[in-house]
């Protein structure tokens, strides 16, 4: 696509409606002028500012549909086939940098978000065109449209002069301008799926009279769990199913319905789909299957449907999805034929597959983990994770969240929603895939530890998503963050009358980051002996709890002959309930029976110490990634953009690839970043003239951009101390690469206390992601490195270095001096700014970075450029394309 044509897409309207953005064509021409012609008198106005003549309209359409170009764009909102909005921009002959916008929406659809969705639309095309601001006229009465440049971007300014508001709009992004759309992004899916979360009434096509089928058991589902609204069959030979009415078709139902459960063969979907969107219905769930997951057929079978609801306003869950569950008390929703229906309570849960929705189910019955919500995904033809953690932001019912995921559809919007997410409620993941089964290879250092895992990684530890590597630990953990609060801190104290299961949870405290530790007059672990009283118990938990000392309590009771363990638990407790500060958990050994939970805090209950001390840990995790600041983005001096756009399109235009030293050299030093001074040079005379120039002891080494490990093979020669060693270097390195002259970089001998690696690698799918590691020989030996997507908050600089294992030979590991590790922070801040501004590049490799009290400075560099597709944009609100 022409990089001057606003992009074609569905988005979401405020309303929770969906609008089609395309591009204006001469198609458009008659359906532009009815958009003009139905308008008021004071809209034209509004708009012309002047009542218009048909000569005026007729030339105004023209303008609008003609092709676009550098000057010009032009963008239609199209909602059930009808254009309700347009919006373009004419660029200044005078200045290229700024450009003219007019927006107008049809008056029904105005309040629906509409004009803001276009101009959205229209500055991102403006933005990538070299465009800085958006500048309109706009009459002092015409407050929707002045309501809509203000809440665009934090950079709209207005200005009243001759009774007209000068309006300026910056295409730039920032982050008041990313939170502003992520706020209306939000609103918008909320609107959007609550006709399918929260249904006023449902019908489900496709119930078979007799029990058994997928369509009988979903609405027998609904019925028996009480759902707060009509419920209807769609069966055209029976007069009832499961309790339910039942009528021949959609159309003929008493009323129309906001939800349809969809349970027929694949072939007839998309009839159900057309009755449906002819009689106004706003969501479906598809149990069907034979679509996606069937091959090429299936996937066209697949996107058509997903064509037909969009283009009536309709979102879809699935195909091929389990089904889904609300328990709220005033929607009570079971539209699933899973065969455990879990309990009410604040955990929502989202699964792409529908055989792990049905363990998760089942074991939050069996542990008492109470659900608020749960959806089957199915094959993610539509409504996606995305749209579900939207809805979640502001539900009340929902404390907690757990994802089974995957696959990503767009990463990008999915790491600013779940971010967003996590600072008001946890979320957590199962993300398959971790094995190197899938490790994609790399030509340099960063790339070839790039595997397809690592970026979901970076991704969950920015965004604070809790990772766990099984569904047990999902739901461990989400028992304990549903009902407890935050661990204030990592102290854990462990009270029990088992001596060694207290150990083995002490053990396992550690493995997950949480100290033990001493306590004032007490023993911690603190063993009270198998025959403890439940006085004992009491009265240790209390003096534990109240004195300040720790930031968590596991008790531990191991029932024996010699006590009573229901009276232990009868006396601690009110004392756990007591102290409703202190995160809690508790470990029933040999019990019979035991509870899910304790009191009415419900105290989660363990069956195995691990399961209780993962769950705190990831809890005293999640608390403090909560507590740290975000961070911000930095302002970086010494940036020049322009140039190293200009130097890279220079690059790209011959050919791309591996790129020479230098021009790699000039890159980096355009955006700030410490690089060694090199010569290139070819011949033993001419390397030790470079030597010479640049000051012994120098180093030689290959300058031939493929080689990865150029020590390996002999093409490093350090140390060189007179024109000897030069020029006996150069014949050995000539030698190693069989050639008689081969190119060399020359550089002065430069020390460092530590060896780093830092680099960039490029994912179409997340974006280009930042490492940080141990460098030199130890790169690939201890895999010490640590990867962050961008964009880069300051938090996320100084988190990269103090996640190394190796850390502590930054700050000063036995008596050694610390080195500047504001120069690392700086270092990687900056890598992050260049990937973002230049996402060409494919693979940057820098190994060695020296760093030292006085600083960082990469004495070698590898690059890779590019080109690249057409990737997401940050401000761009739109809906994930049908396959």
């Avoid at 700086?826 to 820098?846: H, K, M, Q, Y």
Wanted: hydrophobic fraction near 45%; include cysteine.
């Amino acid at each position: 696509m022409s990089r001057f044509v606003v992009q074609d897409c569905d988005a979401l309207t405020a309303d929770g409606g969906i609008v089609r953005i395309r591009p204006a064509g001469d198609t458009d021409a008659a359906a532009l002028g009815r958009l003009f012609a139905e308008a008021s008198p004071e809209s034209l106005r509004l708009r012309f500012f002047a009542a218009p003549g048909q000569s005026v309209i007729d030339t105004e359409v023209h303008r609008l549909v003609r092709a676009p170009g550098a000057n010009h764009a032009a963008a239609v909102a199209v909602a059930s086939g009808e254009v309700v909005g347009v919006a373009s921009y004419e660029r200044s002959p005078k200045t290229p940098a700024r450009a003219e916008f007019a927006v107008f929406v049809a008056e029904p659809h105005r309040g629906r978000g509409i004009g803001t969705l276009l101009l959205e639309h229209l500055a991102a095309q403006a933005r990538d065109n070299g465009i800085a601001t958006l500048t309109g006229e706009v009459l002092p009465g015409n407050f929707r449209m002045l309501k809509v440049a203000r809440d665009l971007t934090s950079g709209t300014a207005a200005h009243l002069a001759d009774g007209v508001v000068d309006l300026n709009v910056g295409t730039a992004v920032d982050d008041a301008t990313l939170l502003a759309v992520e706020a209306r992004d939000r609103v918008a899916e909320r609107e959007c799926m609550r006709p399918m979360l929260a249904p006023r009434s449902v019908a489900v096509v496709g119930a078979g009279r007799r029990p058994g089928g997928i369509g009988h058991e979903t609405l027998r589902a609904i019925v028996e769990g009480g759902f707060n609204g009509p419920v209807y069959a769609v069966n055209p030979r029976a007069e009832t199913v499961a309790g339910a009415p039942s009528y021949p078709s959609l159309s003929q139902l008493p009323e129309p319905v906001d939800l349809v459960v969809v349970a027929v063969p694949g072939p007839a979907v998309r009839d159900v789909l057309t009755q449906a969107a002819q009689t106004g219905v706003r969501a479906a769930v598809i149990l069907s299957s034979g679509f996606g997951e069937a091959g090429q057929d299936g996937q066209h079978m697949q996107a058509d449907l997903v064509r037909l609801a969009r283009g009536h306003g309709m979102r879809l869950v699935g195909p091929n999805c389990l089904g889904i569950v609300n328990t709220a008390s005033d929607v009570r929703l079971n539209a699933s034929f899973a065969p455990t229906a879990a309990p009410a309570g604040g955990l929502a849960i989202a699964s792409q597959s529908g055989a792990v929705g049905i363990a998760l189910l089942a074991q939050a019955a069996r542990t008492g983990c109470g659900i608020s919500t749960f959806v089957s995904l199915g094959n993610k033809a539509d409504v996606s994770g995305n749209d579900l953690l939207a809805y979640w932001y502001d539900d009340p019912a929902t404390r907690a969240v757990a994802l089974y995921l995957e696959s990503f559809g767009n990463p990008r919007k999915f790491a600013r929603l779940v971010r967003a997410l996590g600072r008001r409620k946890p979320v957590l993941a199962v993300k398959s895939g971790r094995s190197a089964a899938g490790r994609r290879a790399g030509a340099s250092h960063t790339a070839a530890a790039a595997a397809p895992d690592v970026a979901v990684d970076a991704l969950f530890a920015q965004a604070g998503v809790i990772r766990v590597d099984t569904l047990g630990e999902l739901l461990d953990t989400a028992r304990l963050l549903t009902e407890q609060p935050l661990p204030a801190g990592d102290r854990l104290a462990i009270i029990g009358n088992a001596g060694g299961v207290n150990v083995l949870a002490a053990d396992a405290a550690e493995a997950v980051g949480l100290r033990v530790p001493a306590v004032p007059a007490a023993d911690n672990p603190l063993d009270l002996g198998a025959g403890a009283s439940p006085e004992a118990f009491a009265a240790a938990v209390d003096a534990l709890a109240a004195g300040g000392e720790i930031d968590a309590v596991l008790l531990v009771v191991a029932a024996t002959k010699a006590n009573d363990v229901d009276a232990v638990l009868h006396r601690v407790t009110p004392v756990l309930d007591r102290h409703e500060h202190l995160t809690a958990a508790a470990v029933l050994i040999g019990a019979t029976d035991p509870p899910a939970a304790l009191g009415s805090r419900r105290t989660p209950v363990y069956d195995l110490p691990e399961q209780a001390v993962r769950a705190l840990g990831n809890a005293a995790r999640y608390g403090d990634w909560r507590r740290t600041p975000l961070g911000d983005r930095p302002v970086l001096h010494n940036l020049d953009r322009t140039g190293a756009r200009t130097l890279v399109e220079a690059a790209l235009a011959d050919g791309g690839g591996w790129q020479p030293y230098p021009r790699i050299a000039a890159l980096l030093g355009m955006y700030g970043i410490p690089v060694l001074a090199s010569e290139q040079v070819c011949g033993e005379r001419e390397a030790a003239a470079a030597a010479a120039a640049a000051g012994y002891p120098v180093v030689l080494k290959a300058a031939d951009p493929d080689l990865v490990h150029k020590s390996d093979i002999g093409a490093v020669h350090i140390g060189l101390a007179d024109a000897d060693a030069v020029r006996t270097a150069y014949r050995a390195i000539g030698a190693a690469l069989g050639r008689t002259d081969p190119p060399v970089l020359v550089q002065a001998m430069a020390h460092g206390q530590a060896e780093l690696v830092a680099g960039v690698v490029h994912d179409p799918l997340f974006g280009s992601l930042v490492m940080l590691g141990l460098g030199g020989v130890h790169t690939d030996l201890l895999g010490d490195r640590v990867f962050r997507l961008v964009p880069m908050t300051s938090q996320d600089a100084g988190q990269m270095w103090r996640s190394l294992r190796a850390a502590r030979l930054l700050t000063g590991y036995r008596g050694a001096p610390p080195v500047d590790t504001a120069a690392v922070e700086d270092l990687v801040l900056r890598l992050g700014r260049l990937a973002e501004d230049i996402p060409e590049i494919a693979e940057l490799d820098l190994n060695p970075v020296l760093v030292g009290a006085d600083g960082a400075v990469a004495v070698d560099a590898k690059l890779r450029l590019a080109r690249v597709d057409a990737e997401p944009d940050p401000m761009l609100r739109r809906l994930r394309q049908p396959a």
